[in-house]
């Protein structure tokens, strides 16, 4: 047996015994976690979960050592260190080939009843050779939280840049002062935009976004907010808005602040079936896209800067923990006491 | 005086003596219509307009001779034949710079309360030099069906194939049979697209639609076309669906027969405040584009095509009337026993 996180519905999160990871394919790798974290869309469970008796693993961001691969593996080996998209893909499909390794036709999401999730000791990785990405470093790195940030958050708010089409010469508005947000605010600046306008109301957020690189803050919420942006950007709105919440609330505000022939680039989890402002961004000719960001096309891209030291996403990982500590790092999550919470093994 | 239309409410469409159109600023042009359109756009009014005293001067599309001009106008002259897009535009502003003259922020739509509109006499044309392109032939031209769609439709089903990405390689469907919808089928052919899906359900624009390219149609509606779609591409669905009729149903068709990565190009005028699939289309990372076309932009790319006969797009053109048969004219369009009416004057 092996410990690992279960969550039993709203509120209830456990550390308990489970069946100890293992080879079931030839196509898989064991990896002994050695750092993983809790992420802000482990909280729409965490607050919405209906009671199940058998119980969810949770966790989709993690680095590990490989303890072993079954006999079709050939990109990794025994004793690599491996950093790990949330979502595992085969590597060949047609979508991961063009790089939307978060539709592979093969691939799938962590945890829940079938498999082995970040938040425990151990995972059995299916499709390790698409999967999995060896890491130029030994386990005790100082550099480790920013990798971590590799497998969801960093790519995540890198693709809402991207599909909004952030870079020089752009204003970019970012909705929303959690991780993904602020490492939004990261790529933004990394991508070259000048002017970044971060909304968000916690102090200590703000604080790290504008050393990210916002360069405007607006706090105020709803039409309020909307006037605000409007007003820093010539009555125009943003070139690019990265939406990183998924609340109807903020979706409307991230499709209204966006001038005419703008982009908004969503990562935000939406939680609503329909989507506001079907209207205005008609008339104003605005681009949505986005989704699950394929982190594992980022990786390639992303992984020299944070090597070379030249960005720091690990900085949204503003409190640590043990596996025991994983219960109360999510309350303090929900509670907004910690941004991002990174589990040491 | 002169005579023009005027919509009074649902239904109740009059040919009716108003004011001469004339030259009030220096930036003005006055235009003699000798061709203009009805368009599906004009249903909707034609549906649900509720009763005005006022009355509504309509029509957004319309070839004319420029009978005079303001002491500004550079572009064009009196006896210069002109065809003007659905929206006048200044030309210069940072929009119409970009190309998306939709938005200028010194522009606006014909008709109304305020201005004069295509299915009328005569036009006062604000902002003549960034709106008028003068064409290169006579007012009797057989080619002026073609150039008159040049005014919006083909533009229109152009933009919604553009912002989808049609192009060589890609399958592409279109949501609706109307005059946009065909245009947007001879569009992607012209980009390129090899497999093109219409969907639809009329017989004879069908017909012409395959003529225009289409190599599939689907006829079906709701859960069971998109499940057609899904058999016509390998389980996959569409790289590019232009959605072209503004429904939620449509919509929701568009947007769910898209695949993963794929993109939709909305220029069917939304007719509901919110938009449905948010959370299918995150999931499959689709991007959403579109909205009113710049037509103004695309005259150039689309204009050497129509005078050398490669595409024919004035086909969609079904039925002529004089201004007096006007009213007749909505009447047929709106029971789909035209697809789109020309008016010759």
Redesign the interface.
């Known amino acids: 047996m092996m410990r690992a996180t279960v969550m039993y519905g709203a509120g209830d999160v456990r550390i308990e015994s489970v069946p100890e990871a293992r080879i079931v394919e030839r196509t898989d790798a064991l990896v002994i976690v050695t750092h993983a974290c809790i992420c802000g869309s482990d909280l729409w469970p965490y607050r919405k979960l209906e009671h199940t008796d058998t119980g969810l693993r949770m966790g989709h961001e993690f680095i590990g050592v490989v303890e072993d691969v079954g006999a079709d593996v050939r990109s990794v080996k025994r004793g690599d260190v491996v950093v790990a998209p949330f979502m595992w893909s085969d590597g060949t499909c ?2 991961c080939e ?1 790089g ?1 390794q ?2 592979c036709l093969h691939g799938g999401f962590w945890g829940g009843t079938e498999l082995d999730g970040g938040q425990g000791e151990a995972v059995r990785v299916p499709q390790a050779d698409g999967t999995l990405v060896a890491l130029p470093l030994g386990r005790g790195d100082s550099l480790m939280p920013s990798l971590l940030t590799l497998s969801d958050v960093m790519g995540t708010g890198h693709h809402a840049a991207v ?1 909004a089409r952030a870079g020089a010469g752009r204003i970019v508005a970012v909705v929303g002062d959690g991780a993904v947000g602020l490492c939004g605010v990261l790529a933004a600046r990394r991508l070259g935009a000048e002017q970044i306008i971060l909304l968000g109301r916690h102090a200590d957020r703000i604080a790290l976004g504008r050393e990210f690189g916002a360069t405007d803050v607006v706090s105020e919420r709803g039409e309020e907010a909307i006037e605000r942006v409007l007003e820093l950007t010539g009555g ?1 709105g943003a070139h690019s808005v990265l939406e990183c919440v998924g609340y109807e609330e903020s ?1 409307n505000t991230a499709l209204r602040i966006a001038r ?2 703008g982009a908004v680039g ?1 990562v935000g ?2 939680q ?8 205005s ?12 960001a ?1 982190v594992r096309a980022y990786m390639a891209e992303l992984l020299p800067d944070v090597m070379e030291g030249r960005i720091e996403p690990g900085r949204v990982l503003d409190r640590v923990t043990d596996l025991d500590g994983v219960p109360d790092g999510y309350r303090a999550m929900n509670e907004r006491e910690a941004i991002k919470v990174m589990i040491s093994f």
């Not at 609503?272 to 209207?279: F, I, L, N, T, V």
């Not at 961004?281 to 699950?292: C, D, E, L, Q, W």
């Open positions: 047609e979508f063009q939307l978060t539709s599909v125009l979706t005419p022939g969503r989890v939406p609503d079936a329909a989507m506001p402002a079907a209207q961004t008609f008339r104003k000719n605005i681009t949505i896209a986005g989704g699950p394929p």
